[in-house]
């Protein structure tokens, strides 16, 4: 059982960086891979970022690719989402979530833990 905390979410101006934190509990953090998500009021939650349980394999929405990167400390049980240029669209909740072996990584039915979320808002 894997249990996620997200934090570091608050507003940013537009052209502003922020990085969130996903802390996890329990020892089989490492064998897990690591989606973030958001979600706005009314809108379905969609994938944003994925890395794998080493780091080594990664993946974003096309609108963040080259903008936001995310990682993670295996040692520290914590993955990151690195985000810099920030839009006023890219206001959400941001959610973490893990697996151990997701077969899409971008679905967010194949997660079976989830954080709480931060919200990110990003003012213009």
């Known amino acids: 059982h894997v249990q996620l905390v997200e934090s570091g979410g608050r507003v940013v101006q537009a052209g502003g960086s922020l990085r969130l934190s996903c802390a996890a509990s329990?020892?089989?953090?490492?064998?897990?891979?690591v989606g973030w998500f958001r979600q706005v009021p009314g809108k379905e939650r969609e994938f944003v970022a994925f890395i794998n349980w080493n780091g080594d394999t990664t993946m974003y929405m096309d609108s963040v690719k080259g903008r936001f990167t995310v990682s993670r400390d295996n040692a520290k049980s914590t993955a990151y989402l690195q985000m810099s240029s920030l839009k006023p669209e890219d206001t959400a909740v941001y959610y973490c979530?893990?697996?151990?072996?997701?077969?899409?990584?971008?679905?967010?039915?194949?997660?079976?833990?989830w954080g709480q979320g931060t919200q990110v808002t990003v003012s213009s």
């Open positions: 979530a893990a697996k151990e072996a997701p077969v899409s990584p971008a679905a967010r039915f194949e997660y079976d833990y």
């Open positions: 329990g020892r089989s953090f490492s064998l897990h891979a």
